[in-house]
């Protein structure tokens, strides 16, 4: 019933920039959080940022001035606009969405980030 869809991957040579985006389909009762997260080969899923019903937002370090998450109002879709791209967020970009009912998590299936040298 709930579907989300990443999109805007792509190759990109170091210093560019990339928005990704996130569509929700169908119903996710309390929305709590919106997140972008990624994992490169061999590496564990990381949080890279998050926005919040309360209105927190988050950024994990590596990537603090450089990345910003962004939604609409209606909080059904969600934005990772990532400038000064490195090698190091080469990666496979997944969303994410919390709500109170379960399955509490949702997860798209990914976009891909390559950044060349």
């Known amino acids: 019933q709930v579907q989300l869809v990443e999109s805007g991957g792509g190759l990109v040579q170091s210093g560019g920039s990339l928005r990704l985006s996130c569509a929700a389909s169908?119903?996710?009762?309390?929305?709590?959080?919106m997140r972008w997260h990624r994992q490169a080969p061999g590496k564990q899923r990381e949080l890279v940022a998050e926005t919040t019903r309360g209105g927190l937002v988050q950024y994990a370090d590596p990537v603090k001035g450089r990345f910003t998450i962004s939604k609409d109002n209606a909080w059904t879709t969600v934005y990772l606009q990532m400038d000064r791209l490195t090698a190091e967020d080469t990666a496979v970009y997944y969303c994410?969405?919390?709500?109170?009912?379960?399955?509490?998590?949702?997860w798209g299936q990914g976009t891909q980030v390559t950044v060349s040298s």
């Open positions: 169908g119903s996710i009762s309390g929305i709590i959080a």
């Open positions: 994410n969405v919390e709500g109170i009912g379960a399955p509490y998590h949702y």
